[in-house]
């Protein structure tokens, strides 16, 4: 499977959580803001001719910001969080990592999200 397809079926099976915020930014409903959901940024890698890649949960080109959506499993792999965000910021992105759980209070969410991409 081709990173393209593999966008497409991430597209396809959503976490629910991950449906609710897409419900928030989808058509520029987020203070104007465009979106896309499952976007893949291409890094060099450390093997020879070879480029790896992370898919984003959500990306506002406009802002550089990527929001990733974080459950249970984000608590056993924050070193490699950390060096995911660190590859990211160095292409000139931002990361705001939200746990799933917070998605109770959406309103919260949507005032931090919204505070992050007003931020310079």
Not at 72 to 82: F, G, K, N, T
């Amino acid at each position: 499977m081709n990173v393209t397809e593999l966008c497409r079926q991430l597209r396809k099976e959503m976490t629910p959580t991950e449906e609710l915020l897409w419900k928030l930014l989808l058509n520029r409903r987020f203070n104007g803001y465009k979106f896309t959901r499952q976007k893949p940024f291409f890094y060099p890698s450390v093997r020879v001719n070879q480029r790896s890649f992370f898919i984003a949960d959500f990306h506002c080109a406009e802002r550089n910001l990527i929001i990733e959506l974080d459950g249970p499993i984000h608590d056993y792999q924050r070193e490699y969080d950390a060096n995911r965000d660190e590859i990211l910021a160095n292409l000139g992105l931002r990361t705001l990592r939200i746990k799933n759980h917070d998605l109770k209070d959406i309103d919260a969410v949507k005032e931090l999200i919204l505070q992050v991409l007003e931020m310079e």
